[in-house]
């Protein structure tokens, strides 16, 4: 039963163009092809990314956050509640007003004391800003890197300049050395986001990003099996060119740098429509859908391939829309924020109450919803 599965998922006509088979991929005459078994590395790199992760945002950017006086604000703690808690935890983070009526008389609090705990306890679980710093800092330097190790591993290339180069002598290419860690450090990386999903920080695309995660593993596996290998250089190459923008003008939003943070989000912004909502859609994807089928009739990974890249650019469309109203906020005079971002909650009602309650926690202690907690521990006098 298993080895059906097995053969018929690898059967040649599903993968690869009429007329060849896997044995025509397979190593000979010094000649080195990609292959499926050479993914299995990505699993331990990712939980290597994790560790080096782990221990950058520990040595290296905790101190710069320091550096940069990055502070979090005061959070007014929630008083401990049974029933608010089970809740909050069983049923709804954003209450009804009749589910706050009902709570209000179990737990003997007013409507507005309920709202206010609700609304302390949701700031609660939400990331602090320093949690935020670090992980755009790890994913900057990555990005980075990655883009410029790319680039030097292109930039010599036909293909980089000649897109018809892409297909030449296709599928019998031979693997490059640049290529194969281009291709395997790329995918231990996303391997990693995927794993780390659950404790990064949330915000309101999440289910994008995880289709999005989901959708570049599988292409970039699927592209290194059949060896599209060059289509896949140049498409992680593109992708990697705007993301390191984006990371740095968070890390500088986060330390308070705003202006900063805003020059280098419309550079970020002109980058990432120029790459993803022109360069993808008119160069890349013209490259996958047309040069292929000069050569070989279409087949099922042709198809398979292509609408990978078309989910890729249905996601560039909806981030280009976060991204053009970010812009547009900056244009019309308001610092740009990350769209994605769950917000403070404040009520404009107790603004001032709540910024009085937070000096007060940095003066005499914690608060519990609207009062001072009592510090029993005097010194006592004989």
């Not at 044995?23 to 590395?41: F, H, M, N, P, Q």
């Not at 009902?102 to 679980?125: H, M, P």
């Not at 140049?234 to 984006?246: G, R």
């Not at 099922?300 to 890729?312: R, T």
Request: with cysteine.
């Amino acid at each position: 039963m298993l080895l059906t599965i097995y053969d018929w998922f690898w059967w040649d006509r599903l993968w690869l163009p009429y007329n060849l088979t896997w044995t025509d991929l397979e190593d000979r005459d010094g000649r080195v092809y990609a292959k499926a078994s050479d993914l299995w590395i990505t699993l331990p790199l990712a939980l290597l990314f994790l560790v080096v992760r782990q221990a950058f945002e520990l040595y290296v950017a905790t101190p710069l956050a320091n550096l940069l006086n990055v502070k979090d604000k005061v959070r007014l703690k929630a008083t401990p509640n049974t029933v608010l808690e089970d809740f909050y935890i069983s049923t709804s983070k954003h209450p009804k007003q009749l589910d706050i009526e009902a709570l209000s008389k179990k737990a003997g609090y007013s409507l507005r004391q309920v709202e206010r705990w609700f609304r302390r306890r949701r700031n609660q679980d939400r990331p602090s800003l320093l949690k935020k710093f670090r992980e755009a800092s790890w994913r900057f330097i990555f990005y980075l890197i990655a883009f410029i190790a790319g680039l030097a591993a292109l930039i010599d290339k036909p293909w980089f300049y000649d897109l018809k180069e892409v297909w030449k002598g296709f599928p019998t290419l031979t693997l490059l050395p640049s290529q194969y860690w281009y291709y395997m450090i790329e995918l231990g990386f996303y391997w990693s986001l995927l794993f780390s999903v659950a404790s990064d920080v949330k915000r309101k695309d999440f289910k994008e990003q995880i289709i999005h995660h989901l959708a570049t593993i599988i292409l970039i596996s699927f592209s290194w099996c059949v060896n599209y290998i060059r289509a896949g250089t140049l498409i992680m190459l593109v992708h990697d060119s705007a993301d390191y923008l984006l990371e740095s003008a968070k890390m500088f939003n986060y330390a308070g740098w705003k202006n900063t943070c805003n020059a280098i989000f419309i550079v970020f912004a002109a980058v990432f429509i120029i790459t993803r909502l022109v360069i993808f859609p008119f160069w890349i994807l013209h490259c996958t859908w047309v040069y292929p089928t000069e050569l070989y009739p279409p087949f099922f990974g042709y198809y398979f391939f292509n609408g990978l890249l078309a989910v890729l650019q249905l996601l560039h469309i909806f981030w280009a829309c976060l991204i053009l109203r970010m812009a547009w906020k900056f244009i019309t005079g308001n610092y740009v924020e990350d769209e994605r971002s769950d917000r403070e909650e404040t009520d404009n009602s107790e603004e001032g109450e709540e910024e009085k309650e937070a000096k007060e926690v940095q003066k005499n202690g914690p608060v519990s919803n609207g009062h001072l907690a009592l510090n029993n521990n005097h010194r006592k006098t004989e």
